[in-house]
């Protein structure tokens, strides 16, 4: 699980610190993060409000050069964030699953229905953490780490959605 304890921090998050900064901005999901409980699905209702928007990238291509980039810009701001606060993966950071989020969208049908099955599936994996995400969770503390392990449930999430698909419809 992500590192959440409030004792080991170096600085207390609030909505006025979070703003002085960009990557403070960025890594807490414009303030989605510092929602209790359970940043890290307010991060990812986020991520499914701001899908409207970035779903007008229509060509694959620059939809992918946007991920990416998302990806690289949530590394540097959530490897930045997670040495200000002292704590590598703090729960707050909730930029990663706006992003991974942002890839079950991308690749699953755009239907009300499919959205909210595939929003089910990546937050069980977020939390549930089933191998390997447990074993990035705990070892990667970086902002490639706090990345990376979510990416990695989005992936699990859009294999389910797909054999559930397939098997039934």
Same mark, same amino acid.
């Not at 942002?102 to 699953?108: E, N």
């Given at each position: 699980m992500a590192e959440s304890s409030?004792?080991?921090?170096?600085v207390q998050p609030t909505f006025g610190w979070m703003r002085l900064k960009l990557s403070r @901005? #960025?890594?807490f999901g414009f303030g989605s993060g510092l929602i209790k409980p359970a940043p890290g699905t307010w991060g990812t209702l986020l991520a499914w409000l701001l899908w409207q928007p970035v779903s007008m990238i229509t060509s694959p291509g620059a939809m992918a050069l946007?991920?990416?980039?998302a990806f690289g810009i949530g590394v540097w701001a959530c490897d930045?964030?997670?040495?200000?606060?002292?704590?590598g993966d703090y729960s707050g950071?909730?930029?990663d699953e706006v992003v991974a989020f942002?890839?079950?969208?991308? @690749? #699953?049908p755009d239907t009300a229905v499919a959205q909210a099955f595939g929003f089910l599936l990546f937050r069980l994996?977020?939390?549930l953490k089933p191998p390997p995400i447990a074993y990035f969770d705990k070892r990667f503390k970086s902002g490639l780490g706090v990345m990376w392990?979510?990416?990695?449930?989005?992936?699990?999430?859009?294999?389910v959605f797909a054999l559930v698909s397939r098997l039934f419809g």
């Open positions: 409030t004792k080991n921090l170096l @901005l #960025i890594a946007f991920l990416l980039l930045r964030v997670g040495r200000e606060l002292g704590v950071l909730v930029w942002w890839v079950v969208l991308w @690749l #699953i994996f977020d939390i392990d979510d990416l990695v449930a989005a992936f699990y999430a859009v294999l």
